[in-house]
């Protein structure tokens, strides 16, 4: 399925029916009055969360949602019945706009919250609400109002304990694969990722927790570069960021300059993205040569980030002590 997170879509809710104009018409009872029955409410539009979805590919194929209206009233003081309401689904994290002024109306983060986006309107008044000493048999009613109709923006942020963030082929994928359920597809070729990929980790004692690995992340991606930074959002609720790096990619001369560059389009995208905490891995210690640039690496960065992990990915060497470092601090954070 074609991984959205993004939509526009217009949603009415039902029009109040229309009052009813009607005279009792009883044997024995020559002057009935009017007993005209008002017209049932509009159905309303509501959007709910569910985990059961994880993208907004469904309004792909369908923009234009209306809930049914209320029906006429009836004679005999009969209401008329109101309109179902419309519940449209979407995924866990999906923030609700409106379109014309850009206002979030609201950020849907557990699972089952709903929100209202449109009311239906209510029924007309039938003539018996229009009878007077002066007008005893009113031969009018009002009718229904439309609902409220309003285009919305629907914007997806994936809900991610731990997002993992890196140039293309630094081995963000793979790490998602090896430390859980998510099995991502994984080539030695850039942009193999091109959605990001949940995963959800578990870990005796902790609690389980889970992992975005985030696509499409190069030098000059907050001006469009490669996939641009239509990914970004989705670390925006990470409690932290795992910040992956190359091994063998770093230079002796500048060997701060993949790390320096990742933070940059982040301080570009969103300053408050780029003041989350992070944890370093160095990866790809399986490569040749790699044992000395990891050292030089750690020597330079001591001062602000003591605490840089070193492993494979590929062999999973290091892998497991990270794993349980990440639940650990997860545990730290939540607190």
Same mark, same amino acid.
């Given at each position: ?17 229309? @009052? ?10 020559? $002057? ?21 979805? $994880? ?30 309401? /419309? ?95 998510? $099995? ?31 696509? @499409? /992340? ?109 639940? $650990? ?7």
């Amino acid at each position: 399925m074609k991984f959205i997170d993004e939509a526009v879509i217009l949603v009415q809710a039902g029009s109040g029916g229309n @009052g009813c104009v009607s005279f009792r018409r009883e044997k024995y009872i020559p $002057r009935g009055g009017p007993d005209g029955g008002d017209g049932g409410k509009g159905g309303d539009v509501i959007l709910k969360a569910t985990s059961q979805l $994880r993208t907004l590919s469904h309004f792909h194929f369908r923009q234009r949602f209306k809930a049914p209206n209320g029906t006429s009233g009836q004679g005999k003081n009969r209401t008329g019945k109101n309109g179902t309401d /419309l519940i449209i689904k979407v995924p866990v994290g999906t923030l609700v706009k409106d379109v014309e002024g850009g206002v979030l109306l609201q950020d849907l983060t557990r699972d089952n919250e709903s929100v209202v986006v449109a009311r239906g309107s209510r029924g007309g008044k039938g003539n018996k609400h229009f009878a007077s000493s002066t007008n005893r048999a009113p031969r009018f009613a009002q009718k229904g109002s439309p609902g409220e109709a309003i285009s919305l923006k629907l914007e997806l942020k994936l809900l991610a304990d731990i997002g993992i963030i890196g140039f293309p082929n630094a081995g963000k994928s793979t790490l998602i694969s090896r430390i859980s359920s998510a $099995r991502p597809k994984i080539s030695d070729y850039p942009f193999t990722t091109l959605i990001p990929n949940l995963g959800v980790v578990e870990l005796d004692p902790y609690p389980p927790f889970v992992v975005a690995d985030i696509p @499409g /992340l190069i030098e000059g991606a907050h001006t469009g570069v490669g996939l641009g930074t239509r990914f970004l959002r989705h670390v925006e609720r990470t409690l932290f960021l795992v910040h992956m790096i190359d091994l063998t990619s770093l230079e002796s001369h500048d060997i701060l300059k993949s790390y320096h560059s990742i933070n940059t389009e982040l301080e570009h995208f969103n300053s408050t993205l780029s003041q989350k905490p992070q944890v370093i891995v160095l990866n790809k210690k399986d490569q040749p040569g790699t044992e000395k640039v990891a050292l030089l690496f750690q020597e330079v960065i001591r001062d602000t980030h003591p605490d840089v992990w070193v492993i494979s990915a590929l062999t999973g060497e290091g892998v497991a002590p990270l794993k349980e470092h990440l639940a $650990r601090l997860l545990g730290e954070y939540r607190v």
